[in-house]
DNA sequence: CTGGTTACTAACTAAACAGTTACTTCGGCG
DNA sequence: CGCCGAAGTAACTGTTTAGTTAGTAACCAG
């Protein structure tokens, strides 16, 4: 016989699988007992390792989130590449996406778990993009909060709500057709958005500060 | 005594309590007593007029979608009034961007509902975004599918991630502050979209400036 | 007024579900 | 070797849930 224990392959199991029971089905969608017969594993041991359905959920996002923890660090720091970047990583994590998406429709704007962390990794972000734009790389006169979160929607969305990237290209977004559109097009948005186009890639600042009046946020 | 019937109201009360359930909860997490409860109506009628919890979801659905159906044609022409336009309307109905939200957990990139209907909003949306390029409004070395949905992107993607949007900014979505730097940063967007930027030979700065509150067209 | 159809109610049921009980087996340490 | 705590199993339970039964009350056509 020999069940040959091993607590913490056991646990492993039980973690693949309750990311892909609740990424695919969300918190209220998902089935203990699903999550247990995926993984092999009798339905008690979940609670003997995570007590009940909801701390094992928070262990999943924990975990997830923590994967991710530095991807806006090791972005590059040109626009560009950065976008196409982004979206590269982001797109082979699905479910990523999709835990932060449950996330959404279950908080709201509320507290998020990890929520010190998490704005610590955005607030490193802010300070990249800053760096950028004293480097030039990027115009001075915009909100550079209000442009992290726009790099990071136009990387997103596609996968977020991928039946409407779907209905408007006639792709879905797993298809690498789509991938291949969408990298050529976020190139030609950087070069919009870096605003080397009409001008020297110089100081972009002097020249359009008169069209955007904008006041720098707290 | 007299119950005074009224099967419209009945109907209507339901669908109320139903969107509201729905868009809170999503399919799963909803509850149909909580529906009839919230409705002040017997149970028994939700399956009376809608045959089971599932076609309740589908008849809030088609419903949703119908009164939006002209959100893309009723937007402005130029590009940045668009966005602005976009992004009120869409920032007031939450309930439509949940419901597009749950939709996109539950059928991945699969068919939806109204597909056609919705996919002809979309050719329609494509074929503004053309006619803005051959009147030189927006360039047009630029893939049409892939700037609508960019510009969908980024009008929505604050009610989508909300807690996202409140961890980068400081600032919840739903808040006016927010709101108003939205609007000063798509703006910005658009100028660089549009591109005339530096001294540009045409209508791109001080015109659309001052936004033009919804010039409906068709 | 009558008979049938539609609107409406209260109480019930079968299934699904998260969580538990009660028990066995393994492994390591004195 | 003996025993104790941790790893593991199977079968159970109390509750919640979507959906039903069985019936009453209003409305309306003839």
Known sequence: ?????????TRERILTAALAEFSAK???GARV??????????????YHY???KEQLYRAI??????ERADFLEAAPDDPGAAMTYMYRVLHRDVDFIRMLEWE?????????LAETERRQLFVKGVAKV???QSQGLIPSDVDPHQLLMTLVAVTLFPQLLPQMARLITGLPPSDSRFHRKRVVFLRWLAERLSGSIVKAPGRAGRD???????????
Chains 1, 2 share one sequence.
Do not use: C, W, Y
């Not at 996002?61 to 923590?66: D, I, S, T, Y």
């Not at 959404?104 to 998020?112: F, K, N, P, Q």
């Not at 359009?208 to 707290?218: E, I, N």
């Open 50 to 52: 995570f007590g009940d």
């Open 208 to 218: 359009t500060a008169q069209l955007a009046p904008l006041r720098r946020t707290a």
């Open 26 to 28: 969300g918190f209220h």
């Open 104 to 112: 959404a429709l279950e908080v709201g704007s509320g507290r998020v």
């Open 61 to 66: 996002l924990r975990r997830k989130f923590a």
């Open 33 to 46: 007992d699903r999550i247990a017969r995926r993984s092999r594993v009798n339905k008690r041991m979940l």
């Open 1 to 9: 016989m020999s069940v040959s224990r091993d607590p913490h392959r």
């Open 130 to 132: 800053k760096r950028a």
